[in-house]
């Protein structure tokens, strides 16, 4: 788990795999903007990590 963090972005290539990377990992989607923007949370209701 990711301790201490609130909010990160990071930029990346190909959103859809990143989603499936990240989601891979443990995170939770939250929601994607216009296809070019994802937002999932790394603990819900208290950090997440945008892409």
């Given at each position: 788990?990711?301790?201490?963090?609130?909010?990160?972005?990071?930029?990346?290539?190909?959103?859809?795999?990143?989603i499936a990377f990240?989601?891979?990992?443990?995170?939770?989607?939250?929601?994607?903007?216009?296809?070019?923007?994802?937002?999932?949370?790394?603990?819900?209701?208290?950090?997440?990590?945008?892409?």
């Open positions: 788990m990711i301790n201490g963090l609130y909010e990160a972005h990071l930029p990346v290539r190909n959103l859809k795999q990143s990240y989601e891979g990992l443990g995170l939770t989607l939250d929601h994607i903007v216009d296809d070019r923007l994802a937002f999932l949370w790394i603990v819900k209701e208290e950090s997440w990590l945008g892409l």
